[in-house]
């Protein structure tokens, strides 16, 4: 509790950091706030012709919107992808990027990685309002499903700031973990159902029995990841509108406590040496 009291108190200097970071991101370009919306829109055009018209993904349509529009389907699991993968990715590097910073002032240093998570968010909410008009457009009902859908962003927020805080460390005593990171993320993105539906991976998982004679399945391993989880309540309540499986909420929720609490209690162990580590 004594922890939490201490980040609290630094809330100005997390605001002062999280706003750095929003207007030097796009500082002197043409488009602004607009070119937040370039990488998942050409994730979008790259998978949609790969997945969408080559290997033929088909998904079902939304039930019980009716929708069925591939590249928006996509965009439903690609954009929590991408702030997930972002907040992890650019929290990695926040201590190392600001070793001066550290080595020089004292402050609680937890609001560095913090600061990209709010960034990533700024950007990402700009992201999930287009994606938001443009279901509406297609003939979605979101606007009921949208105060489920801000909790949904939060508990992704909170489930994302807690793995950035364990590789912000990581990367301190072990410098290639950034490198090792830009790997695993992009494994981890092919064992997400963002650009093919789970419905496939159910499919193949009943095609065999238990793993080496246990009572283990191939979808059963393939749920212990945690993104299975937040891709599924994300589609469920803006292309499907629907409420999701309360497993599904539970499950989410769970994760998001425990990743942040584990994060908080390694940072808090490690924070004191930060400054000679780096």
């Known amino acids: 509790m004594k922890y939490l009291n201490e980040v609290w108190g ?28 370039v990488n998942p829109l050409a994730l979008m055009l790259i998978y949609t012709f790969v997945f969408g018209f080559i290997f033929k993904s088909n998904p079902p349509p939304g039930s019980p919107s009716g929708l069925d529009v591939f590249p928006l389907w996509l965009l439903c699991g690609l954009l929590p992808w991408t702030f997930f993968s972002s907040v992890v990715s650019t929290s990695a ?6 070793s001066g910073l550290i080595q020089k002032v004292s402050f609680s240093r937890i609001v560095l990685p913090l600061s990209t998570v709010g960034a990533s968010a700024y950007n990402w909410a700009f992201e999930m309002v287009v994606l938001l008009i443009a279901i509406t457009i297609a003939g ?50 092919y064992l997400t159902p963002i650009i093919y539906p789970i419905s496939l991976v159910t499919n193949e ?26 891709t599924a309540i994300f589609r469920e309540l803006i292309y499907d509108n629907r409420w999701p499986d309360t497993n599904e909420w539970l499950i989410c929720v769970l994760w998001s406590l425990a990743a942040i609490g584990f994060g908080m209690l390694v940072f ?3 924070e004191r040496n930060l400054a000679e580590a780096l």
């Open 93 to 98: 590097g926040s201590l190392v990027a600001n």
């Open 205 to 230: 998982s009943a095609k065999h029995d238990g793993l080496l004679g246990t009572p283990i399945t191939i979808l059963g391993l393939y749920e212990l990841n945690p993104m299975v989880h937040f």
């Open 140 to 189: 979605g009902f979101v606007l009921p499903w949208l105060p489920l859908v801000i909790v949904a962003m939060a508990l992704l927020a909170v489930f994302a700031a807690g793995i950035g805080l364990l590789f912000s460390i990581m990367t301190v005593y072990f410098r290639d973990t950034e490198y090792l990171l830009g790997i695993v993320l992009q494994f981890w993105i």
């Open 268 to 270: 808090r162990k490690n």
């Open 10 to 37: 630094s809330r100005e200097l997390l605001f002062n950091l999280t706003s750095r970071e929003v207007r030097g991101k796009y500082k002197r370009t043409v488009f602004g706030q607009l070119w937040s919306l």
